[in-house]
């Protein structure tokens, strides 16, 4: 699962972005609300966890945008604002929930679960599945063929990302800002070193390969492909 976090404190958007993915999503971290904004606006996601009190666009303005916009994404407001009226105002603006800061991560992680379970947006699985390659998400664990595939966290994140989005290229940039959280460098080769990794435990001891290559635009995960 996709989640968008919007925190412009430092120390709190970190601890949100190692908690989330270590509990097993896909965390895009944005720390302003302008690039809030622009992600929520261009990108799909899952949830998005949402600062109110952001230097430039603040958290109201956000979701209203969104909202205007047919967007539905489910949105938790995390603030430090704990008034009656603001949650109030929160909430009839269109966001789902509101955590006030400071906050339990725990309670943080049950309320995340729930607005996902209750949204319209389909809600992460225990198991995915590619031919004879299954993922179990919430153990992060791989198996091919009934054998083990013995994965880092971010190979792991990166597979996961091939699987979700079976069939599609994924280009390089955007293989970057989802599994490394960073901008795609051209002079950097991180990304096909990491592809090259993954193919070596996911297809190299298996006659039908999984993870291809499409020359001059990315990688793709897909049955029978001839694009290597």
Same mark, same amino acid.
């Given at each position: 699962?996709?989640?968008?976090? *919007?925190?412009d404190? +430092?120390?709190?958007?970190?601890?949100?972005?190692?908690g989330?993915s270590?509990a097993?999503?896909?965390?895009?971290?944005?720390r302003t609300?302008?690039?809030? !904004?622009?992600?929520?606006?261009?990108?799909?996601?899952?949830?998005?966890?949402?600062?109110?009190?952001?230097?430039?666009?603040?958290? %109201?303005? +956000?979701?209203?945008?969104? /909202?205007?916009?047919?967007?539905?994404?489910?949105?938790?407001?995390?603030?430090?604002?704990?008034? #009656?009226?603001?949650?109030?105002?929160?909430?009839?603006?269109?966001?789902?929930?509101?955590?006030?800061?400071?906050?339990a991560?725990? =309670?943080?992680?049950?309320?995340?679960?729930?607005?996902?379970?209750?949204?319209?947006?389909?809600?992460?699985t225990?198991?995915?599945?590619?031919?004879?390659? #299954?993922?179990?998400?919430?153990? !992060?664990?791989?198996? /091919?063929?009934?054998r083990?595939?013995?994965?880092?966290?971010? =190979?792991?994140c990166?597979?996961?990302?091939?699987?979700?989005?079976?069939? =599609?290229v994924?280009?390089?940039?955007? +293989?970057?800002?989802? *599994? %490394?959280?960073?901008?795609?460098?051209?002079?950097?080769? *991180?990304?096909?070193?990491?592809?090259?990794?993954?193919?070596?435990? +996911?297809?190299?001891d298996?006659?039908?390969?999984?993870? !291809?290559?499409? /020359?001059?635009?990315?990688y793709?995960?897909?049955?029978?492909?001839?694009?290597?």
């Amino acid at each position: 699962m996709r989640l968008l976090v *919007v925190e412009d404190e +430092i120390k709190t958007g970190d601890y949100l972005h190692q908690g989330l993915s270590e509990a097993g999503f896909m965390v895009t971290l944005a720390r302003t609300g302008l690039d809030g !904004h622009h992600l929520a606006m261009t990108e799909t996601f899952d949830l998005l966890v949402l600062d109110v009190m952001l230097p430039d666009v603040d958290g %109201w303005r +956000i979701v209203q945008s969104i /909202r205007e916009a047919g967007r539905q994404t489910p949105v938790l407001f995390l603030t430090a604002r704990d008034s #009656i009226d603001d949650r109030v105002k929160g909430l009839e603006l269109g966001a789902d929930d509101y955590l006030v800061k400071p906050f339990a991560f725990a =309670e943080l992680l049950a309320r995340v679960r729930t607005l996902l379970r209750r949204s319209s947006v389909p809600v992460m699985t225990d198991q995915m599945r590619v031919a004879d390659l #299954i993922l179990d998400l919430p153990r !992060h664990r791989a198996m /091919r063929a009934g054998r083990k595939i013995n994965l880092s966290h971010k =190979e792991f994140c990166l597979l996961e990302l091939l699987v979700r989005r079976q069939g =599609e290229v994924l280009p390089r940039s955007l +293989i970057a800002s989802q *599994v %490394w959280d960073m901008n795609f460098d051209s002079d950097t080769n *991180v990304i096909d070193v990491a592809i090259r990794r993954l193919r070596a435990k +996911i297809d190299d001891d298996f006659e039908t390969k999984l993870i !291809h290559t499409v /020359r001059g635009m990315g990688y793709k995960l897909e049955l029978d492909d001839e694009h290597d």
